[in-house]
Structure formats: structure tokens, C-alpha cells
């Protein structure tokens, strides 16, 4: 079974600074990884996604993520952040045959001016 | 493309009413997937189609059905509402040609709130 650990359930931050959301994953097998964005009452946005290759994917509106294999992690980040980046963040795992994905319970960025 | 529809956006129902909640996939999208997200549960998956065969299914009770059709557009029912139910429904499309890496796209949710 797999399972994704949103370490953060807040993480508030002034605009303009770096921000990075944590995720960790348990999976027995390989693993493909994902970072959607939830804007308030709208459904889940692909930011980017990890399949294989290169560690660090890049993503849509600035972000970025490191898969880390030996940390089983996959940590998002931004390097300054906008007022409009406020919304909750979900990281989520599928793989081994499992390809309905297993969603964490979320991050809520709230940028402050 | 147009994106995942889903309709009603808001829903106002009462204990022990039935209610379906439709959805229309991106264009040659074939698996459809619904979700449930509440501020306690998070986003809890309910069930899979594809080619209108139901190929998942989470852990939620018989109450929660739901089917596809041959164009791929994909309602669910929910009956004998409970106020637990009250929730934000997503629908989820994907091509399925990656399959466990294919990214899932998904629509604005339908608001039910049951009184």
C-alpha cells in the first residue's frame, strides 16, 4: 500500500520570500509523484509531475520539486512567491499497477503581503 | 480542449433524498474517477470507470453508486443522504495511456450540502 505524508498542514510566508512544501511517500515499488494546486472553490491543478529521469522536475507558475529516493521524499518549492501562489497544495504518489493516486492530506500556502 | 465539466456546481438536499451528480470528461478521456473531499477526510477516492466497466472502487458504502456511459461521461447517485455526505465532489478525467503515471485533470467539483 502506499501512503503520502504532508508534513505541513500551514505554511504561512511573506511574499517575495523562498517557500518549500514537504512530502514524503511509503511505497514498495516505483513510484510516479505529483503536485497538484487547489484554488478555492476550484478543483485540483497539475503543477508538475515526476515519472522517471532527471531528479528535479519543473513545473507551471515557478515551481519545482526534487525526487528524492533514498529520503523518499518530494519536497516543493518555490524561490519567491506571489500573493497569488495562496492555495493548498497536494502531493500524491501512484505506481506498482496502483494508478489511482494516493493523495496527501494537504498544505495550505498562505502568502502575506 | 475543454476542460472536465461537472454539473450542478452547488447542491442544497435534505437527509434521506437521493441525489446524481454528473460529469462530462476532457475529450477523449476515457477513465473517469470521483473523489470526496471534506475539510475532516481530505480527498478520498470513490470509484473508477473505464469503458464504462468500473475498474476501482474506494471503501465507501452501497449508498454511493455510480456508472459511465458510451461517450464517457460518468454520473454518480448518492442515496438515503446522510449529513456526513455534505462534501466537495470531484471528477477526474485521464487518457489512460501511461497508466499509473498518467496525470489526472480534474473538473470544479460539485458543492453538496446536506441539511
Known amino acids: 500500500a502506499q501512503s503520502v505524508t504532508q508534513l505541513d498542514s500551514q505554511v504561512p510566508v511573506f511574499e517575495e520570500a523562498p517557500v518549500e512544501l514537504r512530502c514524503n511517500y511509503s511505497?514498495?515499488?516505483?513510484?510516479?509523484l505529483f503536485w497538484y494546486v487547489q484554488y478555492p472553490n476550484q478543483g485540483l491543478q497539475l503543477l508538475l509531475k515526476y515519472l522517471s529521469g532527471s531528479t528535479l522536475v519543473k513545473g507551471i507558475n515557478g515551481f519545482e520539486a526534487e525526487f528524492n529516493k533514498s529520503q523518499t521524499s518530494f519536497h516543493l518549492r518555490k524561490p519567491s512567491v506571489h500573493i497569488s501562489d495562496t492555495a493548498e497544495y497536494f502531493c500524491?504518489?501512484?505506481?506498482?499497477?496502483?494508478?489511482?493516486?494516493?493523495f496527501g492530506r494537504g498544505t495550505s500556502l498562505i502568502v502575506h503581503p | 480542449k475543454a476542460g472536465v465539466t461537472q454539473t450542478p456546481r452547488y447542491l442544497i438536499k435534505t437527509r434521506g433524498q437521493q441525489v446524481t451528480l454528473s460529469c462530462s470528461p476532457i475529450?477523449?478521456?476515457?477513465?473517469v474517477s470521483w473523489y470526496q473531499q471534506t475539510p475532516g477526510q481530505g480527498l478520498q477516492f470513490l470509484f473508477e470507470?473505464?469503458?464504462?466497466?468500473?475498474?476501482n472502487k474506494g471503501n465507501f458504502p452501497g449508498r454511493f453508486s455510480g456508472r459511465q456511459f458510451s461517450n464517457s461521461r460518468s454520473e454518480m447517485n448518492v442515496s438515503t443522504l446522510e449529513l456526513g455526505d455534505s462534501a466537495l465532489y470531484l471528477c477526474?478525467?485521464?487518457?489512460?495511456?501511461?497508466?499509473?503515471?498518467?496525470?489526472?485533470?480534474f473538473g470544479p467539483g460539485t458543492r453538496l450540502t446536506v441539511l
Open positions: 500524491a504518489v501512484s505506481g506498482g499497477g496502483s494508478y489511482i493516486p494516493t
Open positions: 511505497s514498495s515499488v516505483s513510484v510516479y
Open positions: 475529450s477523449g478521456h476515457r477513465s
Open positions: 470507470y473505464f469503458s464504462e466497466t468500473q475498474r
Open positions: 477526474a478525467s485521464s487518457q489512460w495511456t501511461s497508466g499509473d503515471g498518467d496525470t489526472q485533470y
